[in-house]
């Protein structure tokens, strides 16, 4: 598979352990030469997209599709243009 979603709540200042863990064991067995599409959630200040964004950016070749998608607390009808251009990028990618 050349494409993956990660979607990730921000956490104390940064990303929830567990994909924290995920990233780390990715870099771990080589990934590389992919697209990735990136969505994260958080109430007051979001930052998990860029802490996927740093961590992915230690990886050869992965490549951040489309505009990271932000929602804050809970998915609204406003956000579902966001998304649909989201999924947009990852099937044209």
């Not at 921000?10 to 990233?23: A, K, R, T, V």
């Not at 489309?66 to 009808?77: A, D, E, F, M």
């Amino acid at each position: 598979h050349s494409k993956m979603v990660l979607a990730c709540a921000s956490y104390d200042g940064g990303i929830f352990s567990p994909m924290s863990d995920f990233l780390h064991r990715l870099g771990a067995k080589g990934y590389r030469s992919r697209k990735v599409a990136l969505l994260e959630n958080g109430s007051w200040a979001p930052c998990a997209a860029r802490v996927m964004k740093d961590k992915l950016a230690l990886m050869k070749d992965v490549e951040i599709v489309g505009k990271p998608v932000t929602v804050r607390s809970r998915l609204k009808s406003s956000d579902i243009p966001a998304l649909e251009e989201l999924a947009d990028a990852i099937i044209n990618a």
